[in-house]
């Protein structure tokens, strides 16, 4: 169980275009998921906070604009990278948090990744 | 907010013997604490975590250990095998479930 997935895996795109992303939980529902950027031989790097049926959170640094996210329902969130430019090639990362138990701390578990390349 | 540091950053180990990665954080408010290993070109996939309330948690080769007091916790892999080479994070939570990351950890099981 707890499986996370991503779609699609790996996308090129011409600079300037918009590029969206889609997370899926496929075996729980998941009222939060997040989204990471991780570069090469780096650390992952937490983007936002998509909560179903409200606005997501951004981390500090993180353009709301360029970096539109929806949490459509309980299974889905996207994240649409707009007017891609080639600093935006990175690897994106999203995760779901499954409730585990009424109280303490929920799972976090990840999906496979897309890998953007803007040219 | 929360600063996690993890080390070593590159650690080799002959296959069979075990390998150790500790993590220490700041935020004392931190109550749970995955592991997760990373393959090139995929997702972090959990493998263990363990929660404030336990200083150990064992799942056959793979342990972990947790001080809270020092507030430093730490990943033990036994029995290396060629298919645990990857990077490991470590990383523990902040507020509403957000999760802050060590640098990762490589590790190479030479056969």
């Known amino acids: 169980g707890a499986v996370v997935s991503q779609h699609p895996s790996r996308v090129i795109c011409k600079s300037g275009t918009s590029v969206k992303i889609e997370c899926r939980s496929l075996?729980?529902?998941?009222?939060?998921m997040f989204w990471y950027r991780q570069f090469p031989k780096q650390s992952l790097m937490l983007m936002a906070t998509?909560?179903?049926?409200?606005?997501?959170?951004?981390e500090q640094g993180v353009e709301k604009d360029k970096f539109l996210i929806n949490h459509a329902s309980l299974t889905l969130s996207t994240l649409t990278v707009t007017s891609a430019h080639p600093e935006d090639s990175s690897f994106y990362i999203c995760?779901?948090?499954?409730?585990?138990?009424?109280?303490?701390?929920?799972?976090?578990?990840f999906g496979p990744g897309t890998r953007l390349t803007v040219l | 907010g929360e600063n996690v540091e993890q080390h070593p950053s590159t650690l080799s180990v002959q296959e069979g013997d075990s390998a150790v990665i500790k993590c220490t954080y700041s935020?004392?408010?931190?109550?749970?604490f995955p592991w997760y290993k990373q393959e090139l070109g995929k997702g972090p996939q959990l493998i263990i975590d363990?929660?404030?309330?336990?200083g150990e948690k064992k799942d056959q080769r793979i342990a972990v250990t947790l001080n809270k007091t020092a507030k430093h916790f730490s990943l033990h892999i036994t029995e290396t095998q060629p298919e645990d080479s990857a990077v490991y994070f470590c990383?523990?939570?902040?507020?509403?479930?957000?999760?802050?990351f060590g640098k990762g950890n490589q590790v190479v099981v030479i056969p």
């Open positions: 995760s779901a948090v499954q409730r585990t138990s009424t109280s303490g701390t929920d799972t976090q578990y």
């Open positions: 075996d729980f529902q998941a009222t939060t």
């Open positions: 998509s909560n179903e049926g409200s606005k997501a959170t951004y």
């Open positions: 935020d004392s408010a931190s109550n749970y």
């Open positions: 363990i929660r404030s309330n336990v």
């Open positions: 990383a523990a939570t902040y507020g509403n479930n957000r999760l802050a």
